[in-house]
Each structure stands twice: as C-alpha cells, then as structure tokens.
C-alpha cells in the first residue's frame, strides 16, 4: 500500500488524472481517489507543522535579538566615564596626573530601532498586521459575459 502511494503521488505531481493514475498502478478509479484524498491530507499536515516550526524558530530568533537590543539599549543609557592621565612637571620631579570625567547619555536611538523592527518583525509573522492594500495599475482588460467587451457599444 505505501508503495502503491508513493508511486500514486508521483503520478499525480507529474500532472497524470485519476483515471490515468488508476491505469498505471492497476487500482480502481475509487482507490486512487482516495488514496489521493488522503496523501493530500498528509501534505496539509505535513506543511502545517513545518510552517508553525518554522514560525516559532523565526519568532525565537526575533526574541533573542530584541533582548539583545535592550541589553544595549540600556547600556547606552549609562553614564559613560572616561579617564585621562598626564605627566606634570613639578619641583619635585614628573607626577602623573590623572583626571576622570563622566558624561550622562540619553540613549542611543538605533537600538530603539532595532527594538521597533523585531516587533514590527513579530507582528508580520504572526498575521497580526492588517493585510497591504496593492493596487494594479493597467494591463488587464475585464471581458464580459460571452466575450462582450461591457464598456463596449452594442
């Protein structure tokens, strides 16, 4: 049986009908239908799964890069110290100097961009957004019933 099914999804995916297909193999037309009707079904499946493991490895992915972003992004937030030495003459002889400054920092904002896209990114592979509006700009002529052009004059 699995045999036969194998060699019935290949005639099939070759584009050969059911009544074809049922000549080939030597089966009934009833069989090869439903052996189509359920190799069809394990497809559906079979997609089905690699798709949503597919979606949660990207959204893992996606996770993973945001939380670097905010890691970053916090980072960026921090006070950023830097220290400067010199060597001074004095009466004594050469001292070293050292000298320490701290500067506040707002944020840089390319890591809130790239927190914006992972969401963005997130959103897309979920479906939440709203589907894109296309528009089709010339090209197709519409026929109307019988072949009759309806802005045509009769």
């Known amino acids: 049986m699995a045999r036969d099914?194998?060699?019935?999804a290949s005639l099939y995916l070759r584009g050969c009908l059911q009544?074809?297909?049922?000549t080939e193999v030597g089966l009934s037309?009833?069989?090869?239908?439903?052996?189509?009707?359920?190799?069809?079904?394990?497809?559906?499946?079979?997609?089905?799964?690699?798709?949503?493991?597919?979606?949660?490895?990207?959204?893992?992915?996606?996770?993973?890069?945001?939380r670097t972003y905010w890691q970053a992004w916090k980072r960026s937030c921090e006070d950023a110290e830097t220290e400067t030495a010199r060597v001074v003459e004095t009466a004594g002889g050469r001292r070293r100097v050292a000298q320490k400054q701290t500067k506040c920092q707002a944020g840089d904002p390319r890591f809130l961009q790239g927190i914006q896209w992972c969401i963005e990114r997130r959103c897309k592979v979920l479906g939440i957004d709203a589907p894109e509006k296309l528009e089709h700009s010339g090209g197709i002529r519409v026929i109307g019933i019988g072949g009759i052009d309806p802005d045509e004059d009769i």
């Not at 359920?38 to 893992?60: F, G, M, N, P, T």
């Open 5 to 8: 099914r194998r060699l019935i």
């Open 19 to 22: 009544a074809e297909i049922a």
């Open 29 to 66: 037309e009833a069989t090869v239908s439903r052996d189509l009707k359920a190799l069809q079904q394990e497809w559906h499946e079979s997609s089905l799964l690699d798709i949503d493991a597919a979606k949660a490895r990207e959204l893992a992915r996606i996770d993973e890069l945001e």
